[in-house]
């Protein structure tokens, strides 16, 4: 059972996008749903803990910006692996 939390004048369908050596995975969440938006949360964090660098984008994908927490009202993070020099 899905806790629903807000009302639809706060709706955001959020979308975490990995993109790492494995592809493109991505995390959907509605932010009405609680258990969405923590189970989305959990994996931003740990991502974070593992040194990923996180970018929200534009709708349009125009404009983005690095971010340091989790904001279910955003409707777009791209999450990818800290660069390694040589």
Partial sequence: MSA???GPENYTCGEL??????G????????????EVEAA????????AK???AYTVSKDGSK?????DFDEKLEKI????????G
């Fill in 4 to 6: 629903l939390i807000d």
């Fill in 17 to 22: 996008a990995v993109i790492d050596r494995t």
């Fill in 24 to 35: 493109d995975t991505k995390t959907i969440w509605d932010s009405r749903n609680k258990d």
């Fill in 41 to 48: 949360r959990a994996q931003f964090n740990a991502l974070k």
């Fill in 51 to 53: 040194g990923y660098l």
């Fill in 64 to 68: 983005g910006e690095v971010i340091r």
């Fill in 78 to 85: 791209i999450m990818s692996p800290p660069m390694s020099g």
